[in-house]
């Protein structure tokens, strides 16, 4: 009896869980209630979008050098660990500085563009398409627990500092727990075969990836903003960033059958949700249903958008830590860096104007995925 509920699949599906919940506690710390610290603290919204881009814009650099000098082992990950638990330590003292705490911030960027991509793939590896979205579930009701929490309680920059320090140090120590579950270890990758992974193959869907993250900048870096401008309470934005979740949360339990032999039809219909999204908060700014309505959105434009995308890459390619390395490096690294830079600069020059720009560039994402689509059938007919 107690050697089946503690074998091997079980313990990795446990730890995988307990992972993905202290890192987007982490990341929920660090998205949702940083930027508006910061705000307070004198940054202005520009200088805010500029550090929001130092930690994205390392994910999406990080790739290419491990395309060429390294490769995702056990070690490395090891170190990404230490070294996101190190950053963490550093951004209080950081935080007097423009230029050091934005230097901190692309270190804290290095570190992620390792361990989620890592993690990713033992998921992938070890669990079906269904498993991965019950497990990645238990990340956003971390995402959701701390946002509720900290809605609460959080009362200063030092406070939100040092939950971000103690949700990474559990990270640390469950992501280091993970290691015996990668079925490929310590061995050496075949360096050849790396530097065969090619984008070129197929630009359009890295195109539209690249886009539709673009088009998240404004949400991800301003909606606390936005929202706090039109009159919400932060009580209030914590509930919207909390019920976006719930429903992410639904939507990884419940998607499995959606994942079933139609990978790029999801995506199409995720990446126009996204359009109809933005749309809607351009329109109704005001509006606390409609705030509302739009997160319920989260669990198509995100949750369903990120697991068909994820699993759709590894389809894809033969070389699957490198594959993930550079979905994540240029959808939430090139994408995320774009994205919060230009939200900034769209924000302090119309801040009206800011969903509707967003809406635009998923309206382009969604043209880049049916030029893919068409492409892929032009050449499996060829094939």
């Not at 793939?121 to 991965?132: F, G």
């Not at 890295?206 to 009159?231: C, M």
Request: charged share 10%; glycine share 10%.
């Amino acid at each position: 009896m107690s050697k089946s509920r503690f074998s091997a699949p079980r313990r990795a599906r446990l730890a995988l869980s307990a992972f993905y919940f202290f890192y987007f506690v982490l990341i929920g710390v660090y998205i949702i209630y940083l930027p508006q610290m910061l705000k307070q603290r004198g940054f202005s919204a520009t200088e805010v979008g500029i550090v929001y881009a130092a930690a994205p814009l390392m994910r999406f650099l990080l790739p290419f050098f491990f395309r060429r000098f390294f490769s995702l082992d056990g070690q490395v990950y090891r170190g990404a660990l230490i070294l996101m638990v190190t950053a963490s330590a550093l951004f209080a003292p950081a935080v007097a500085s423009f230029g050091f705490y934005l230097g901190i911030n692309l270190l804290f960027g290095a570190a992620m563009g390792v361990v989620l991509p890592y993690v990713d793939t033992i998921a992938l590896q070890v669990m079906s398409q269904k498993h991965y979205g019950r497990v990645r579930l238990w990340g956003s009701i971390g995402f959701i627990a701390i946002a509720l929490w900290l809605g609460h309680i959080l009362g200063s920059l030092g406070e939100a500092f040092a939950y971000l320090g103690a949700a990474s140090l559990l990270t640390l120590f469950t992501g280091m727990y993970l290691i015996r579950f990668d079925p490929h270890g310590d061995i050496p990758v075949d360096r050849t075969s790396e530097r065969a992974f090619s984008l070129r193959k197929y630009w359009a869907f890295w195109a539209s990836a690249l886009l539709l993250q673009v088009s998240f900048g404004g949400f991800y870096n301003f909606f606390t903003i936005y929202e706090a401008a039109h009159g919400f309470s932060q009580e209030m934005i914590s509930y919207l960033w909390s019920f976006g979740v719930l429903c992410e949360i639904g939507m990884l339990y419940f998607q499995g059958p959606l994942l079933q032999n139609r990978l790029l039809k999801v995506i199409q219909g995720a990446t126009l949700t996204a359009v109809l999204r933005w749309a809607m908060l351009w329109i109704w700014p005001d509006l606390l249903a409609v705030s509302y309505l739009s997160q319920g959105l989260h669990a198509v434009s995100f949750a369903l958008y990120y697991t068909a995308a994820i699993a759709y890459v590894f389809q894809l390619y033969v070389q699957k830590k490198l594959a993930q390395q550079f979905y994540l490096g240029i959808t939430f690294g090139l994408g995320g860096s774009v994205g919060a830079v230009v939200a900034g600069w769209v924000y302090d020059a119309h801040p009206e104007a800011l969903f509707v720009f967003e809406a635009w560039v998923a309206l382009a994402a969604f043209g880049m995925i049916l030029i893919h689509e068409q492409r892929h059938r032009r050449g499996h007919a060829l094939g």
